[in-house]
């Protein structure tokens, strides 16, 4: 399995931008990296996907380095509803056995 | 509006006891999973599967049993319910070539 590890917390202020980063050093050449956005007593929401280089939507940005080994998570412009646990997701749903979730960052944004 | 729903959203059980969570969406997806959620380890898959009649064992499928006899729900069965079983249960699913997974609210379940 792709052992994923991301940082327990993190805290930022309105307005700033939060980068956080999922270390995968074993990832799988067929594995995406998806990222889940999550609110006490409610399940995890999806936030983007990628396999490599940048992806963009409208709520976020996920930059992907060459290697694939880490990948960063950027939430530009937070507000104090970003206030959740951010998880990274490696692998795909075709391999379900090797689906491996990060242990979760809690962000919290401060007024 | 397709959903994806859990019940019982609280349980409290006994040790030994048998117990069954149910998970039902209306997306017709042919994937389904079950995680359980336990502080210190984020989110583990449990079991999964990818249509009808089919099943799969994940991270920490020990103790655990799903069935899947139509697209819309995989119940979870823990045969005889531990201590260590008390956790939070996520139930999931996505359609077969997007790999975006849509969660249920979640079920609490205590084992005493």
């Known amino acids: 399995l792709a052992k994923t590890t991301q940082p327990i917390s993190m805290d930022s202020y309105e307005g700033q931008e939060v980068n956080i980063t999922c270390s995968h050093n074993?990832?799988?050449?067929?594995?995406?990296i998806t990222w889940y956005q999550q609110f006490p007593s409610q399940g995890p929401r999806f936030i983007i996907q990628?396999?490599?280089t940048k992806v963009t939507n409208e709520v976020a940005s996920l930059f992907i380095p060459a290697d694939r080994k880490s990948s960063t998570l950027s939430l530009p412009r937070v507000s104090l509803s970003d206030t959740a646990v951010y998880y990274c997701?490696?692998?795909?749903?075709?391999?379900?056995?090797?689906?491996?979730f990060g242990g979760g960052t809690r962000v919290l944004v401060k007024p | 509006d397709a959903e994806i729903t859990q019940s019982p959203r609280h349980k409290i059980t006994e040790t030994g006891r048998q117990v069954t969570l149910a998970c039902h969406q209306t997306?017709?997806?042919?994937?389904m999973f079950w995680y359980r959620q336990d502080l210190g380890h984020g989110l583990r898959l449990i079991h999964y599967s990818y249509g009808v009649h089919d099943t799969n064992k994940g991270e920490v499928s020990d103790g655990y049993s799903v069935s899947r006899s139509n697209t819309e729900d995989l119940p979870l069965t823990l045969e005889s319910a531990a201590s260590s079983q008390t956790s939070v249960y996520f139930c999931a699913s996505s359609e077969a070539d997007v790999d975006e997974q849509f969660f249920g609210p979640g079920t609490r379940l205590t084992v005493l």
């Open positions: 990628g396999y490599k």
């Open positions: 074993n990832i799988a050449t067929n594995d995406y």
């Open positions: 997306w017709n997806h042919n994937n």
């Open positions: 997701l490696v692998g795909v749903s075709a391999a379900g056995n090797k689906l491996t």
